[in-house]
């Protein structure tokens, strides 16, 4: 099968992912085999061909990347149910192996494609929901008349974030570095937005909630924001670190006495940590994608051959939603 690899780690985004032909993955006890039709790439794509270590110490190059698709449902192992053959499905890897023409997920992390939505439109949805879902509900535990500070909104997990906070009752407020990204962000539930590039995020965030602060954060782009996000929150607040900004890392300084004088609480997540209870975050997600119209717009799409230079455009932040390579 056709499969984009990483053949060496480094700065350089024009290369060295190779298309190469590797052998078809099979499917064991609980697990479906699928064709793929979209994959979702994701700021981690980048991290991983950089060779950040706590990203790559367990992997040998060449290797795969990719943690999101969608397709059709090929084949199964043993001990799965509930899965017809050409199925469509979308779903979570956690093996990081998506860049292919064939993958094998465990069934558990899979859902049925919602009707009238897209391959393409279904590769965006996993990790930016899951993420959400993570932060949100099961780390900040946000509750309806929060306030919540989305950092960039435009982004596929800042707008599943910003989706999923208003459906839970939460006031949204978001960080963009455009008028066109801010009118994005309203056109999908954001009540505030903030142009960080010309205003001070953390005065603003005060200003909007009469000098309290916010209760929530959800921060993607920790290395850049985390100080001033000590600024921003409420006391009692809760920050949660979802990422360190694209291309960006792995270090940074904050104030102590910031987060000790609010007696804050500062969480961060990853999608491993997720895993052992992912059929309950996908089972809740399930029951809201009907009710809400959850969706997270995808950009553009290219085909998996040309993923070189969608990590280009990624890392220059030049898009707004997601970006999909498609087979």
Request: with cysteine; aromatic share 8%.
């Amino acid at each position: 099968m056709k499969a984009m690899r990483v053949h060496a780690y480094g700065d350089r985004l024009d290369e060295p992912m190779v298309l190469d032909e590797i052998p078809e993955p099979r499917p064991g006890p609980g697990e479906l085999f699928i064709k793929v039709k979209a994959v979702g790439v994701n700021p981690v794509d980048l991290s991983i061909r950089r060779g950040l270590a706590n990203y790559v110490s367990h992997l040998e190059v060449p290797h795969l990347l990719g943690s999101e698709i969608s397709g059709e449902v090929a084949d199964w192992g043993e001990n799965v149910s509930g899965f017809d053959g050409d199925e469509k499905v979308f779903g979570y890897d956690g093996q990081r192996e998506a860049y292919a023409e064939y993958v094998v997920l465990k069934a558990d992390f899979v859902s049925r494609l919602p009707e009238g939505v897209s391959f393409s439109d279904g590769a965006a949805l996993s990790v930016a929901f899951q993420t959400a879902w993570h932060a949100l509900v099961i780390q900040a535990k946000a509750g309806p008349g929060e306030t919540v500070l989305v950092h960039g909104g435009a982004g596929a997990v800042g707008i599943a974030s910003i989706q999923l906070a208003k459906a839970i009752g939460c006031r949204v407020l978001t960080t963009v570095s455009s008028g066109e990204k801010a009118e994005f962000c309203r056109s999908y539930g954001a009540d505030e937005t903030i142009n960080y590039r010309e205003e001070d995020f953390a005065g603003r965030c005060k200003e909007l909630t009469a000098g309290r602060g916010v209760e929530v954060i959800v921060e993607v782009a920790a290395c850049d924001n985390f100080d001033q996000d000590l600024d921003a929150v409420a006391s009692r607040g809760r920050i949660v670190l979802v990422g360190m900004g694209t291309g960006k890392g792995p270090m940074t300084e904050f104030r102590v006495p910031g987060v000790l004088g609010k007696n804050l609480a500062v969480y961060g997540i990853a999608a491993k940590n997720l895993e052992p209870i992912m059929s309950h975050v996908i089972g809740g997600l399930d029951r809201m994608w009907g009710a809400h119209n959850f969706r997270v717009p995808v950009d553009r799409e290219m085909p998996l051959e040309s993923a070189n230079e969608c990590h280009q455009i990624l890392q220059s932040g030049k898009f707004m939603g997601k970006l999909v390579l498609t087979l």
